[in-house]
């Protein structure tokens, strides 16, 4: 196995195991398809355990029912021919593309659509330049969020990316994450569960090439 | 939280936490579940490099801590972001306050931070602001009122049936027991909180100075959330989180999620610079200060024994591995930080009066320092600052009595002598006490006690010392008192099987207690002059090896009497000198003496036999495995038991304070020890036998409990 093929071995293992679904890529238009696919596959809200179908406050019900009924995805760091691409295949399925005014949909929207920096093998781990605050709550509100991640971009260890981290997190303000796997806790009993806050699936596209 | 004002009412807290099933079966699957985590986290790391390589630049940082203020100061100051110095935890709740005030904020979001715990920042801001904790298990203990039990898992003490029935009053509907949608009721209850705070409150993992950045670890993502939403963000943390460079950072990192809970890394780890985008903030860009918290730190700092205290990360490891805290949760092990290092913090962070109960609630087992992420001493700790304590508020007669005889060995051993008369009506012809001496309480009968031998190990000496044939090592036996004592037969069987390897032993008459009782105590003073009648009395010079059949002297021999005597120019280099050549009997038999299945009778026994690790010689001195081999090789049939390493619940005085939880402690070890169906246990350490005979005899089990050195004598060819 090549060096790449490892990192991938390695990445993918460790990702699966916090909970992460990867998929390989072999174009952005493979990952427009995936998106779609899946926000199209993907239940409701209320279907999806997220909370809204359960017995809340009022207040808190309230927000419920601000959600727009047509599924929503956001791409806030697409642009151009991209976003272009990725909103007529959302189009296409009766879905909405955004890119921004993600305060509207504090309630939750279906999908954030984002693009990571890098990825970091030994712990399946993304590092995701957050420092737009649309791209932040998207990838916090949304019930999936799908990440593509050059593969060319795989580094074995932190300590690995650290020289570039570094130059990102210096260059200031910034915002950056690694995010490994979707929210979690076992705040009660210990027990495991996913999507405490953030995303309830956090899906990797391993985009082969550059 | 603490609140007995005496030892007794300390302890009767802790009996009813004892007494609370669902947190006693949560602590017990939690403490086996971690234990087996935690292996597996670290199984391809070199874990002992990596705390050490912690250690180290966590204690450089330490030692620079101004200069690294200043640093980041600087920095984060040109990104826009306000940076506060606050010298006690009132003053940081103010500033925190006035910030919410000079911006007009009515609601506060605020995500985990231990460092808020400590100012009771809660308490000084409800009044005035409307404040909610969105970490789960923060939410949920801030709804009840009351403190975290645990410093990652906060709600860890209830049940889900309790988490149910406060929702369903919070949200005004019956909700279920399910722990999944209580979980998914939290996140839309709670995100509405985000939505409409003007104010986020956070605290932060790290402070790095190189780049003037804030880092922060969590699972739930709320941090994100509370750091992104409001218009303000605070974020509040203790200057020992000052950390020079990200590689240090992240060096944090590979140790810290795998320590707490066994994740490679925690879900979301988050790095802030400067003051970032924020739409609903004026210019578009977010208010943000960093408020730094000294309470005490920069002191500690310079304080040659505590300034590794500040090297914790607050993984909650320490607490994770504690039989005590195993036994009554955090509220009980801790005031506000928990655990072994909440009994060190506790002092220092919430004054003595808080302290002074807890730090005689560890049986110094070692089991922490063993985890330790930043690799801290903190049984040793804790001991010092229950001597500090003692310093402070007077020593009880009591203690330092016992001190001023011990230190006069021949008192102190004409004494025991007068004793073995006394009991003579009470003794039951097997070795025990028909009944309890007068000094002990009832509580105390969980464990039979033995009477004081008929002729003491050095009375005995001179008959049975072997005669030198083709001698090779010069070995100065060390006895301690319960051998000497109590149970000189062990000695003697000991000295049987040291001949059969052929050393040249010695037995010098001057030695005395090896002081580990003393320094139980608090009592410093006095463990440190018997210290230097033993250096004086076991010349080391004299010989090759210093051994001893009891794991806790030989701990506190190798480990104290270097710390001890560190400041006596006489004794100094002898203490350290000495300290080298001290060896527990099983190690000293096998790797020494290279005794091994060759040296023993060729007949295979069917009795099964267990093993209990003591916690001085499997952690205190790192011997792992060594008896066990002596075992089998010597023909035994060894059974493994559960958490065969587990602490015995001896711990010498601990025993004498806290009855019950020594009780518990012994009857888990005896139970693990029946699963195995072994009918004889075999210990390195004459505390423990006294403490595992003793109660195996209360409870009419059918098992021997020796010595090795008494099974290895009669294997031998
Ligand atoms: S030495 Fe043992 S009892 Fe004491 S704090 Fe550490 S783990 Fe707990
Ligand atoms: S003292 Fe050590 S084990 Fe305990 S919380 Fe701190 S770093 Fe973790």
Redesign the interface.
């Known amino acids: 196995m090549s060096s790449v093929d490892t990192l991938v071995t390695e990445f993918t293992q460790?990702a699966e195991k916090?909970g992460a679904v990867v998929s390989m890529v072999k174009s952005m238009s493979e990952a427009f398809a995936y998106t779609v696919d899946l926000c199209e596959r993907k239940d409701a809200c209320q279907l999806l355990?997220?909370?809204?179908g359960?017995?809340?406050?009022?207040?808190?019900g309230e927000?419920?029912e601000a959600r727009t009924q047509p599924k929503v995805v956001a791409a806030p760091a697409l642009a151009g021919e991209e976003r272009e691409a990725l909103a007529a295949a959302c189009e296409a399925k009766g879905m909405t593309l955004i890119s921004d005014g993600m305060?509207k949909h504090?309630?939750?929207i279906d999908i954030g659509f984002t693009v990571a920096e890098y990825g970091i093998a030994?712990?399946?781990?993304i590092v995701q330049n957050?420092?737009?605050?649309e791209l932040?709550?998207a990838?916090?509100?949304s019930e999936n969020h799908v990440a593509v991640l050059p593969v060319s971009r795989i580094r074995a260890t932190?300590?690995d990316v650290?020289r570039e981290?570094?130059n990102m997190?210096?260059?200031?303000?910034?915002?950056?994450?690694?995010?490994?796997?979707?929210?979690?806790?076992?705040?009660?009993?210990?027990?495991l569960?996913l999507?405490?806050?953030?995303p309830l699936e956090l899906h990797i596209l391993l985009l082969e090439g550059e | 939280m603490q609140k007995s004002t005496n030892l007794s009412e300390y302890r009767k807290s802790c009996q009813e936490a004892l007494g609370d099933d669902f947190l006693r079966e949560?602590m017990d699957?939690?403490a086996t579940?971690y234990r087996a985590n935690r292996v597996n986290a670290f199984a391809d790391m070199h874990e002992k490099e990596l705390i050490a390589e912690i250690a180290e630049s966590k204690d450089a940082a330490i030692a620079r801590l101004p200069e690294l203020f200043e640093q980041f100061r600087a920095?984060a100051e040109?990104?826009?972001v306000k940076v506060h110095l606050a010298r006690t935890a009132g003053e940081a709740n103010e500033i925190i306050a006035r910030i919410a005030r000079d911006n007009g904020v009515k609601k506060i979001v605020k995500s985990k931070s231990m460092t808020a715990e400590e100012t009771l920042l809660n308490h000084a801001l409800e009044d005035e602001f409307e404040v909610v904790e969105?970490?789960?298990?923060e939410w949920?203990i801030q709804l009840r009122h009351e403190g975290p039990s645990h410093m990652v898992?906060?709600?860890?003490h209830?049940?889900?049936h309790q988490?149910r029935d406060l929702f369903s009053e919070?949200?005004?509907?019956?909700?279920e027991s399910d722990?999944?949608?209580?979980?998914?009721?939290?996140?839309?209850?709670?995100?509405?909180h985000?939505?409409e705070a003007d104010m986020g409150i956070s605290g932060a993992n790290f402070a790095?100075a190189?780049?003037?950045?804030i880092g922060l670890v969590t699972?739930?993502?709320?941090a994100?959330?509370v750091?992104?939403?409001p218009r303000v963000h605070v974020a509040l943390c203790g200057l020992d989180k000052l950390t020079p460079?990200?590689?240090d950072a992240?060096r944090v990192?590979?140790a810290l999620p795998r320590n707490a809970?066994g994740?490679?890394?925690?879900?979301?780890?988050?790095?802030?610079?400067?003051?970032?985008?924020?739409?609903?903030a004026e210019g578009g860009?977010k208010e943000m200060h960093v408020v730094f918290l000294d309470n005490g730190r920069s002191a500690m700092a310079e304080d040659p024994d505590f300034a590794q205290v500040l090297r914790c990360v607050r993984c909650g490891a320490c607490a994770n591995v504690c039989p005590v805290y195993r036994l009554v949760g955090g509220h009980k092990m801790g005031h506000i930080y928990i655990g072994a290092i909440g009994l060190i913090l506790t002092y220092f962070f919430h004054g003595r009066d808080k302290a002074r109960n807890l730090v005689q609630n560890c049986i110094n087992c070692g089991a922490c320092k063993e985890v330790c992420a930043a690799g801290i001493d903190l049984p040793r700790l804790i001991k010092e600052i229950h001597s500090r304590i003692l310093d402070e508020d007077g020593h009880p007669t009591y203690s330092d009595l016992l001190g001023k005889l011990m230190k006069n060995r021949k008192l102190f051993h004409t004494l025991l002598r007068t004793a073995k008369l006394g009991q003579a009506p009470l003794k039951d012809g097997e070795g025990f006490l028909r009944h309890l001496p007068l000094m002990f309480f009832k509580e105390h009968n969980y464990r039979a006690l033995p009477t004081i031998a008929e002729k003491p190990f050095r009375d005995m000496w001179k008959e049975i010392e072997p005669k030198l044939t083709g001698t090779k090592l010069r070995v100065g036996l060390f006895a301690g008192c319960v051998q000497d004592f109590v149970y000189p037969e062990q000695m003697a069987a000991a000295v049987k099987v040291m001949d059969h390897g052929k050393a040249h032993m010695d037995f010098p008459m001057e030695q005395s207690c090896c002081g580990l009782p003393l320094q139980m105590m608090g009592e410093t003073a006095h463990a440190a002059e018997v210290a230097a009648q033993n250096v004086a009395a076991l010349d080391p010079a004299r010989y090759d090896y210093i051994v001893t059949l009891c794991a806790s002297c030989a701990s506190q021999l190798k480990h104290s009497y270097p710390r001890l005597l560190a400041d006596d120019p006489a004794m100094s280099l002898k203490a350290k000198q000495f300290a080298d050549k001290v060896i527990d009997f099983s190690s000293f038999v096998r790797d020494v003496l290279g005794i091994g299945a060759d040296d023993f009778q060729n007949v295979a026994v069917t009795t099964k036999t267990a093993y209990h690790a003591p916690c001085h010689l499997c952690r205190g001195l790192g011997v792992v495995g060594t008896s066990q081999e002596l075992i089998s090789d010597s023909g035994l049939d060894y059974v493994k038991a559960d958490e065969e390493d587990v602490c015995c619940g001896f711990g010498g005085t601990f025993s004498m304070k806290f009855p019950e939880e020594s009780k518990e402690l012994l009857n888990k070890k005896l139970d693990n020890v029946a699963k195995t169906g072994a009918k004889q246990l075999l210990t390195d350490c004459p505390g423990c036998v006294m403490q595992l005979r003793g109660g195996a005899r209360r409870r009419g089990d059918d098992l021997q409990v020796r010595h090795i050195a008494e099974a290895l004598a009669e294997r031998l060819k």
């Open positions: 460790r916090v355990l997220s909370g809204c359960l017995p809340l406050s009022d207040a808190a927000m419920c305060r504090l309630a939750g030994e712990t399946g781990t957050s420092n737009s605050e932040r709550l990838t916090m509100v932190s300590y650290e981290f570094v997190v210096d260059a200031s303000p910034s915002y950056m994450a690694f995010i490994t796997g979707p929210s979690r806790t076992a705040d009660i009993e210990r027990v569960a999507g405490v806050h953030g | 949560a699957k939690f579940a920095k040109a990104a826009g969105t970490d789960l298990g949920i898992m906060p709600a860890i209830l049940s889900r988490v919070v949200t005004g509907q019956q909700q722990i999944q949608k209580l979980v998914k009721v939290a996140r839309r209850e709670l995100r509405r985000y939505a790095i190189e780049t003037g950045s699972n739930e993502g709320n994100r959330l750091t992104t939403l460079s990200i590689h992240l990192l590979k809970t994740q490679a890394l925690t879900s979301y780890v988050t790095w802030i610079t400067g003051a970032n985008e924020c739409a609903t860009r």
